[in-house]
Each structure stands twice: as C-alpha cells, then as structure tokens.
C-alpha cells in the first residue's frame, strides 16, 4: 500500500491541475478493509457494466476538488475507490466529471445534515 500512495504522490505532483487519477488496482491495496471484512467504496460511471471487474482505483484529491477555483489549500486529503477498468482519456474525463459531482453531493448532504442535527440540538435545549 505505501508504494501505491508514493506513486499517488509523485502522479498528483507531477499533475498539480488534476483531481481524479484512475489507475489499475494494485495488489492488496485494499487489505486492510478486507481484514476488518468491509467492502471498499466503489464507482461504475454510467454506461459501464456492473458485472466488469472492479481492478481498476479511482484517486480522488479532496483538497484540490474542494478549493480548486481558489488553489489556497495546501496538504493533501486522498480517497481511493474501486472502479471498473476506464482506459480511454475520454471515458475517464466523462467519468471523473461524473465521481466529483457525486462526492460534491454527498459532501453536501453531510454538511446539511449536521446542519439539521444541530438545529434539532439547539430548539432541544
């Protein structure tokens, strides 16, 4: 798992304008959530088959995607998901535009969430 990060690294390095790298998977990158049995987070972009094998890694720079109008974060913040094999440019653009979009809104359905738990919290008291 640490030569893939290291790999991760120097990749986003070496493409500061980038947000998502879709790779193939490496061996065992996902070992520890396979020893706690949990299944890692997954994405099939529309128009692929759900039934293609998932050996393919989607690296997602969350700082970069969160402030990438502003470039002011500095750090780095990765998730890594499973995804099915995305070779074309054009394919892993469409699907990029597609990942960031839903981890947007999941980002923004958390943050309205807690919005709401902290209103309940404080007309509770």
């Known amino acids: 798992m640490q030569s ?6 120097n990749w986003f390095d070496q493409h500061p304008r980038e947000i998502v ?7 065992h990158e996902f070992q520890q959530l396979e020893e706690l049995e949990e299944l890692p987070p997954t994405f099939i972009p529309s128009g ?5 094998p998932k050996s393919w890694v989607a690296v997602v720079e969350i700082m970069r995607m969160t402030d990438a ?8 913040l990765r998730l890594r998901i499973c ?3 995305i070779r074309s440019k054009a394919n892993q ?7 960031i979009k839903a981890i947007s809104n999941e980002l923004l359905d958390l943050g309205y969430n807690d919005l709401i738990d902290q209103r309940v919290t ?3 008291a």
Do not use: M, W
């Open 48 to 52: 692929f088959s759900e039934t293609l």
């Open 4 to 9: 893939a990060i290291v790999n991760d690294r």
């Open 69 to 76: 109008a502003h470039g002011s974060l500095h750090g780095s």
């Open 122 to 124: 404080y007309k509770a």
């Open 83 to 85: 995804t099915v094999p």
């Open 21 to 27: 790298r879709f790779r193939p998977a490496l061996n």
């Open 93 to 99: 653009a469409n699907a990029a535009r597609e990942l």
